[in-house]
């Protein structure tokens, strides 16, 4: 049985992720120290709905299912705690049995502060930001390098590493050819956040430590993410994952969804031509999965970027509001002065066959998707809160 530990498993991905491989009889361990969740109440931003703790779930998993997900609730900022998953003297807050779960074959690592908004609001949410990611990630890269350095870690990035350059953006490499001489780095990288440059760096260090010691590392470049429901959430409504639609944790397919449902003029910013790669939060597990499946070789780094199709942002709201319309929904779309920097009209190409090619089958953003997200979201309409979805948060 291949053992997985999950960093960031109570997150809006991680816990989806948790369940799925659960489900596959793999072994998993989640943790995490419930910063989101704390950020949230700190900033008074409420969820669609409530979602019980990760104990809470881990347990009812276990009741329904008879499989068992260890929990271990702590900050991966301290370095002993990481340790304490590698070395065996993990005290975990539940499991089935307390005996160790072992060295992992997989690490994911969601856990990081995913908002480019919070990181944007002032010195000190850009210096949480900044400690949390890269403190994060380094404590598990010694922590893989000293005790397991066999262990695959697959790690989010962002397509916004890569910014929106004039050129073709490649998966993660560019060969450069140079006075007569060629070499191949990773694509240049020009973050629009605190947050995305975070990203960048994560990057960095674990580059570092593939080409240094040798660890084995798939670095997953994704856009936005959408949707809620997964085949393990439909098992029971306790079940299903976290799902923000406020300015600073919401992302903008799942923002535009509340605010068809709640009336609310759907806010496209400035021009709205900003184009990204988005995917649906069941082929984010397939491509984990298959990342899983196959993993570099050691001293390799396998960067993939994980998107099914590209949008600009007015296309999506033009999309999302014919089919409000359709669903009698009174459905406008406002064009708000874009409180980021980022273009608003720019070109952009990006390869994305490298998870296509281990075989990814896409789930695309089609009308029967939006109208099932639109039932969902439809079921929470009395507990949206208007206050939260635009506060303007500028850079
Ligand atoms: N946007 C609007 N209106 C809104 C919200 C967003 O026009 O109400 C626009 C943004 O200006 C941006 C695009 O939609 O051009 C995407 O925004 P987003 O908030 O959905 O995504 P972003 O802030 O880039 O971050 C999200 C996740 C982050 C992940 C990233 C992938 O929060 O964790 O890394 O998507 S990517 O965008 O490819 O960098």
């Not at 995305?196 to 260090?205: E, G, P, Q, V």
């Not at 674990?206 to 798939?218: A, C, D, E, M, Q």
């Not at 999965?289 to 970027?305: D, R, T, V, W």
Request: aromatic share 12%.
């Amino acid at each position: 049985m291949e053992n997985i530990l999950i960093l960031g498993g109570d997150g809006y991905l991680g816990w989806p992720s948790a369940m799925f491989f659960s489900n596959k009889r793999y072994k998993v361990t989640v943790v995490d120290n419930y910063l989101r969740r704390d950020i949230c109440k700190k900033l008074d931003i409420s969820m669609l709905y409530n979602v019980p703790n990760l104990i809470e779930r881990a347990r009812i998993w276990h009741k329904l299912t008879g499989l068992e997900i260890k929990v271990a609730i702590g900050d991966l900022q301290d370095s002993e705690f990481v340790r304490s998953l590698f070395n065996g003297t993990v005290k975990y807050d539940w499991a089935a049995s307390k005996e160790y779960a072992g060295l992992p074959d997989t690490v994911i690592h969601f856990a990081e502060m995913p908002s480019a908004p919070y990181s944007m609001m002032d010195y000190r949410t850009a210096n949480l930001t900044i400690s949390n990611n890269l403190i994060v990630t380094n404590n598990l890269m010694y922590a893989v390098k000293d005790f397991s350095v066999e262990t695959h870690i697959v790690k989010l990035g962002t397509m916004g590493e890569y910014g929106t350059p004039n050129i073709d953006i490649e998966e993660g490499w560019l060969e450069i050819e140079h006075n007569g001489r060629k070499d191949k780095f990773i694509y240049p990288r020009q973050a629009g956040s605190i947050y995305h440059t975070t990203k960048i760096m994560d990057t960095d260090l674990l580059w570092f430590g593939v080409r240094t010691w040798g660890l084995k590392v798939t670095d997953l470049m994704q856009g936005p993410v959408y949707g809620i429901e997964t085949e393990e959430s439909k098992i029971d409504e306790r079940l299903k994952t976290i799902f923000n639609y406020d300015e600073i944790f919401g992302t903008v397919i799942n923002r535009f969804l509340v605010q068809a449902v709640a009336g609310y003029p759907l806010t496209v910013y400035g021009a709205g031509g900003q184009t990204r790669g988005y995917i649906n939060i069941n082929d984010t597990i397939q491509c984990i999965y298959l990342s899983i499946k196959n993993p570099p070789a050691e001293g390799e780094l396998n960067i993939y970027n994980q998107f099914t199709e590209t949008f600009t942002v007015k296309e999506l709201a033009e999309q999302i509001q014919s089919i409000a319309i359709k669903l009698g929904y009174d459905c406008n779309i406002s064009l708000i002065k874009n409180p980021r920097k980022e273009l608003e009209n720019h070109y952009y190409n990006v390869n994305h066959k490298s998870l296509l090619g281990l075989g990814l089958k896409p789930h695309y953003l089609t009308e029967k998707v939006l109208k099932g997200m639109f039932k969902f979201v439809g079921k929470f309409k009395e507990n949206i809160k208007k206050d939260i979805i635009f506060k303007g948060v500028k850079w």
